[in-house]
Nanobody, 117 residues
């Protein structure tokens, strides 16, 4: 499974950004797709995940309703809509996929999100 993330960039605090992750290869082997992030000097952190059917969505505790994950199966793409962004959301965001919701087997390259104050 190959994952291609895009959509990162620079945004002001309070703004919004949408990340995309396009999957290719043996995507049928994955039950979940999602996102993690790593902020400078911090451990990797779970952000969100969504099941193949879209019926299961899981979010990290810090999200608090600000982010929304969705998927377009026709495009094999998962989206992370981020709103009310804060400077502490600054991180490299990584797309992920696998059978376990918070323990993915596949990783994409990161996309940098920078939130300015």
């Amino acid at each position: 499974v190959q994952l291609q993330a895009s959509g990162g960039g620079l945004v002001q605090a309070g703004g919004s950004l949408r990340l995309s992750c396009a999957a290719s290869g043996r995507t049928s082997s994955t039950s979940f797709m999602g996102w993690f992030r790593r902020a400078p000097g911090k451990e990797r952190e779970f952000v969100a995940a969504i099941s193949r059917s879209g019926s299961v969505r899981d979010y990290g505790n810090f999200v608090k309703g600000r982010f929304s994950i969705s998927r377009d199966d026709a495009k094999n793409t998962v989206y992370l809509q981020m709103s009310s962004l804060k400077p502490e959301d600054t991180a490299v965001y990584y797309c992920s996929a696998g059978s376990a919701i918070r323990n993915p087997a596949y990783w994409g390259q990161g996309t940098l999100v920078t939130v300015s104050s």
